[in-house]
C-alpha cells in the first residue's frame, strides 16, 4: 500500500503524524529531492525526531541528543543542496518562525537554499518532495500534529506525487 490516511487527536493516534513525518523527512535526508515543497498557514519549529537516546544520529551526525526540530531538518535538508520552497499565510504567528529559520540557514551557509513566499489567502497544507506528498487538515504546528483532530494522507504514488508538483506549481502560491 502506497497511501496512508489518519484519521487523529489528541486521544486516538496522536504520534500517527509525528511518526510518518518522521519517516519522510528521515527518506528525505536520505535520499535527498532537489526541492522540497513546505506549505502551511501556520508554521511552528514542531519536533520532528527525539534523538535524546541517539537512534537519529545516523541521519545527521552533527546532531546532538536532544529533540531534532523542524528548523534542524530544514537546515540540514537545505546542507544536502535541497532547495526549500516554504509558503506560509501572511500571519504574525510565522513571523515568528521565518528569522529563526534564516538565522539557522545563514549560520550553516545555505541562506539561499530557501524561498519564502507568503499569501494572505493560503489555506492549503502540504508537504512535497520527490518521493511522497503529504495533504489534509493539518498545520505544521504542536497543535496540527499532537492535539487538534486532523485528517492528513500520505502518499508515495509516483502518479500522485507528480500530480501534486504540477498542481502546486500552477496554483499553490496563494
Not at 525526531?49 to 526540530?69: A, K, S, T, V, Y
Not at 538565522?103 to 530557501?114: F, H, N, P
Amino acid at each position: 500500500m502506497l497511501d496512508r490516511h489518519i484519521f487523529k487527536s489528541a486521544t486516538t493516534a496522536p504520534t500517527a503524524v509525528r511518526d510518518a513525518l518522521g519517516l519522510c523527512f528521515a527518506q528525505e535526508l536520505l535520499v535527498p529531492s532537489p526541492r522540497v515543497i513546505l506549505v502551511a498557514p501556520w508554521i511552528s519549529n514542531i519536533v520532528i525526531f527525539d534523538n535524546r537516546m541517539g537512534q537519529f544520529d545516523g541521519l545527521n551526525p552533527g546532531w546532538d541528543r536532544r529533540e531534532i526540530r523542524l528548523i534542524d531538518v530544514l537546515v540540514a535538508m537545505a546542507c544536502n543542496s535541497t532547495v526549500l520552497d516554504v509558503r506560509v499565510r501572511t500571519d504574525a504567528h510565522n513571523q515568528l518562525f521565518k528569522p529563526r529559520l534564516f538565522s539557522a540557514l545563514g549560520d550553516a551557509g545555505v541562506k539561499d537554499q530557501c524561498v519564502w513566499t507568503e499569501s494572505s489567502v493560503l489555506h492549503t497544507k502540504s508537504l512535497l518532495t520527490d518521493h511522497v506528498v503529504i495533504g489534509g487538515s493539518m498545520n505544521f504546528t504542536e497543535n496540527g500534529i499532537a492535539i487538534n483532530a486532523e485528517a492528513v494522507t500520505i502518499s508515495f504514488e509516483s502518479y500522485k506525487v507528480a500530480q501534486a508538483h504540477t498542481e502546486l506549481d500552477e496554483h499553490g502560491a496563494s
